[in-house]
């Protein structure tokens, strides 16, 4: 089977594991830059879903549980 990606000449990082720290270092950041009035505070959850949907921690985590035999 063939790899579909395209190269966007983004270089996030390859695992899930890289992926779920840089997110937790968001999320434990986003007190400091509500603090500082970077962002406003009921603005920071939409920040957080934004760089989960980028950095596709969900959707991988929901790619590799489902099995591999399952076509359906």
């Known amino acids: 089977m063939t790899d579909h990606r395209a190269d966007t000449g983004w270089k996030l990082p390859d695992t899930t594991k890289a992926r779920k ?16 009035g970077i962002v406003q505070v009921d603005k920071i959850g939409l920040w957080l879903v934004l760089a989960g949907a980028v950095l596709g921690i969900t959707n991988t985590i929901a790619f590799n549980n489902v099995p591999k035999g399952d076509t359906k």
Not at 21 to 36: F, I, N, Q, T
């Open 21 to 36: 720290w840089l997110y937790g270092v968001m999320v434990a950041a986003s007190p400091v830059v509500v603090a500082y």
